[in-house]
């Protein structure tokens, strides 16, 4: 899915959630503020914000929601 919208000229941010795919495990509670606070803090790292769409799968579409 992501490629075809990089395709059609979408930008597209695909990361990986901590302690699934390729990314080590933390420790506590992995609640819904837990991943809120992970996608704000990547957002915020790399300077994006405004006018976005989140678009998520599975578990994504929890945290997107």
């Known amino acids: 899915m ?3 919208i990089a395709d059609a000229g979408g930008r597209v941010l695909s990361y990986d959630l901590f302690g699934r795919g390729q990314s080590a495990r ?3 509670l992995q609640n819904a503020e ?3 606070r992970q996608l704000n803090d990547l957002l915020a790292h790399l300077g994006l914000g405004g006018d976005i769409v989140l678009l998520g799968y599975s578990m994504g ?4 929601t």
Request: proline share 0%; charged share 15%; net charge positive.
């Open 2 to 4: 992501a490629q075809r």
């Open 26 to 28: 933390v420790r506590g």
């Open 61 to 64: 579409g929890m945290i997107v």
């Open 34 to 36: 837990f991943h809120q």
